[in-house]
């Protein structure tokens, strides 16, 4: 198994997991041609799209990724926001299904949106992995379960975001609903923390701020902070070994 990064960040959001015979795709917010150009997926392995809200970065080309035939997974308040929400499956918070040989367990996360979620995924390649994105803090923890694999959200610094309101250029009130939507380099650390084992081969931070993030730096103190996986930082083009190895 292997997750590819199309795109990450407030321009646009998409990462494939692809296993021998079966993929899936996380997230709809790049075109399929841009999906096609980063990566060698045939669409015939495609089981499904996971979309976690309906945020343009993150779903802004669900209704191209439908008019493919390719089945999209929202939840219901995430459906009803859209504009193409009818031709999407509705999964229901804290029910798991299967999207071909994908295991999912979706769960509730905590950002501005109609019903945003979460997402355990288990695969016999695999193993267990946590995605988590746009989400101020993770409001549960799956320590019990085991995890081999975390992508999670590290948007911003407090420090760069303290500075940057202290300079002027953000306002205080960008910067508060950045704490309120996103989940800090701190946040993702500590939840980190509570999840790392023996078992835990990789870790990816997702969605890092333009402007309030510091993408080497975060690499290195996450890289610091677990003993055993290998840290990256999403950007287009990266490709994770889900058997623990990072390629570049």
């Known amino acids: 198994m ?16 692809e296993g021998r015979n079966s993929a899936l795709i996380l997230e709809c917010g790049v075109s399929p041609e841009k999906l096609m150009a ?11 799209c996971l979309v976690t809200h309906e945020h343009g970065d993150h779903a802004g080309f669900v209704g191209r990724y439908l008019d493919l ?13 859209l504009r193409d929400g009818r031709r999407i499956r509705k999964i229901p918070p ?8 994908f295991k999912v367990f ?3 996360a905590l950002h501005d949106a109609a019903e945003p979620l979460g997402f355990v ?18 409001p ?21 975001l303290d500075e940057a309101v202290g ?3 953000l306002t205080a009130e960008r910067a508060q609903r950045v704490r309120h939507t996103h989940m800090s380099l701190d946040t993702a650390l500590n939840y980190i923390a509570i999840h790392e084992s023996a078992r835990l081969r990789t870790v990816t931070l997702l969605h890092l701020s333009s402007n309030n993030a510091d993408a080497h730096a975060f690499q290195e103190i996450v890289q610091k902070a677990v003993m055993f996986a290998d840290v990256a930082v999403a950007r287009p083009g990266l490709v994770v070994n889900m058997q623990g190895r990072i390629e570049l």
């Open 2 to 17: 292997k997750m590819t990064v199309i795109a990450s960040g407030s321009a646009g959001n998409c990462y494939i997991l």
């Open 38 to 48: 980063g990566s060698t997926l045939k669409m015939s392995k495609v089981a499904g």
């Open 69 to 81: 035939g390719l089945q999209v997974y929202a939840s219901a308040g995430t459906c009803k926001a």
């Open 94 to 101: 804290m029910v798991p299904f299967m999207a071909g040989e």
């Open 106 to 108: 979706p769960f509730r």
């Open 121 to 138: 995924i288990s695969h016999p390649e695999l193993g267990r992995l946590l995605f988590i994105t746009d989400s101020s803090r993770v």
């Open 140 to 160: 549960f923890s799956f320590a019990d379960m085991g995890l081999d694999h975390i992508m999670i959200e590290a948007n911003y610094s407090d420090r760069i």
């Open 167 to 169: 300079d002027g250029t």
